[in-house]
């Protein structure tokens, strides 16, 4: 695990090139912004079965993020700065979150004390330093990537961060290439950076990790309305991942229709590919029948994962209907430290992902902007999916969710851009409620998310 004097270093080191760039180069103080980011969050979760019949998680905090960006030196090669630092305090007073009592589980909003509670606050810094030649862009330290093949998640008070290199260049016309390395990552309840690694390998006295993740994409802007992609990532002795996407949008009569494809191929890597039957330490989560009573749940990645989203806007209306189907042994791979993680792929909501082996998932939603009926601002949409064959020992399994979304942003005057939104979701499966032997877990789930948010600029 990385501790706080590695970004402190970093931080220093960015600092001292921001005081020399200041003071040779107008450019960079002249393009600099300032922003300051308040999220106010409370989530209530309800676990509607399994231990402790039902138990809940309410958790209520406030979060702050302080987020400079610097211009570039003049000259061909120009240097910049960037920096982070973010404050989260916990606002739940009744000592509900964090606790396990009984009839209330751990929260996932805060790092916990050694006793299992909640600490009070948590806070972090980063910075990254920048370099640009024409119309490339070197960039290292604290990242937020999202790309197909690596991600941040920003589902609580305080986004995931990670900490490596990318360089990014768009010397080619209508192409973008990415490339880069991570080497570790900050969850969104965590002060501390600690390696990566997948489902299957998290958790536990076992756990293992990886300390690099390599990656490499372009993104082809055939047309203005046509955007060709291909990635790959690495996570050295876990997996490796080749993704091909496409999206298309095109006028139709009054209303605008797009396309969004998304194919990955993930096989597995290192240590990962000698997984044995009983599962290795670096092994996947998912299905694996390979013995006689089919009792293996882990081994080897093996993962095709593909999906159509299909979307209509007209008058303010949004319809959209898609399908995803994962095939392999294994289920679908992507960075999880087993403390929130997002997965590029249409089925990612707010409670589960839908991409276990074998799962295919249908999905409708449906979303309106009230703007069209004069209340500026005002928006809410639907999102419901349904998969099954989710592959284990005892046969076939389903599950659904449906989310439901408002939100309101001030339009205008003195608090333009204050947003409120209400998230509600259910997830419903006929999987056992705890893991068993050959069949994984899935408790049934109701959960309210509660959110206001605001960003000051300050530059």
Not at 131 to 139: A, D, Y
Not at 213 to 222: H, L, M, P, Q, S
Not at 313 to 335: E, M, R, V, W
Request: charged letters at 20%.
């Amino acid at each position: 695990m990385v501790k706080k004097p590695l970004v402190v270093a970093v931080s220093a080191a960015c600092l001292n090139l921001s005081l020399i760039a200041a003071a040779n180069a107008a450019g960079f103080i002249e393009d600099s912004k300032a922003t300051l980011s308040l999220r106010n969050f409370y989530e209530n979760l309800d676990n509607r079965n399994g231990t402790a019949n039902p138990s809940t998680n309410r958790e209520w905090g406030q979060g702050f993020l302080l987020n400079y960006q610097s211009g570039f030196t003049q000259g061909t090669v120009g240097f910049g700065v960037d920096a982070i630092g973010m404050l989260g305090l916990r606002l739940d007073g009744g000592g509900r979150a964090g606790k396990t009592d009984g009839s209330n589980q751990p929260g996932t909003m805060f790092p916990r004390e050694t006793d299992g509670s909640s600490v009070d606050e948590f806070s972090t810094v980063g910075a990254t330093a920048k370099m640009k030649i024409s119309q490339t862009e070197l960039r290292y330290g604290t990242l937020m990537p999202k790309l197909p093949v690596i991600t941040f998640n920003d589902g609580r008070i305080l986004p995931q961060t990670f900490l490596g290199g990318q360089v990014t260049s768009k010397e080619i016309k209508d192409v973008t290439l990415t490339a880069g390395q991570i080497e570790h990552v900050k969850g969104r309840a965590s002060s501390n950076y600690e390696e990566m690694s997948i489902a299957g390998s998290n958790s536990g006295s076992t756990a293992r990790d990886s300390n690099q993740f390599r990656f490499a994409g372009a993104d082809y802007k055939v047309t203005k309305d046509l955007t060709l992609q291909y990635y790959f990532g690495q996570l050295e002795d876990f997996y490796s991942q080749h993704f091909l996407g496409l999206t298309h949008s095109v006028k139709l009569g009054e209303g605008t229709f797009k396309t969004d494809l998304r194919y990955f191929d993930s096989n597995g890597d290192g240590a990962n590919k000698n997984a044995d039957t009983q599962g290795a330490l670096y092994a996947s989560s998912g299905y694996y029948g390979r013995t006689a009573t089919g009792a293996v749940t882990r081994g080897e990645v093996d993962n095709r994962l593909y999906s159509a989203l299909f979307t209509y806007s007209i008058k303010g209306h949004t319809f959209g209907a898609g399908y995803q189907g994962s095939n392999g042994n294994s289920d679908f791979p992507f960075l999880n430290q087993g403390d929130g993680a997002s997965a590029y792929i249409i089925t990612d909501l707010q409670i589960n992902k839908f991409a276990r082996s074998g799962e295919d998932t249908w999905q409708a939603r449906y979303s309106y902007d009230f703007g069209q009926l004069g209340m500026k601002g005002l928006t809410a949409g639907i999102i419901y999916q349904y998969g099954d064959n989710i592959r284990t020992r005892n046969g076939d399994y389903m599950e659904w969710e449906r989310d439901l979304t408002l939100s309101y942003v001030v339009p205008e005057g003195q608090l333009k851009g204050l947003g409120f939104t209400w998230r509600n979701a259910s997830l419903r499966s006929d999987l056992p409620a705890a893991s068993t032997q050959g069949v994984p877990g899935q408790r049934d789930q109701d959960e309210n998310r509660f959110i206001v948010s605001y960003t000051l600029p300050l530059l």
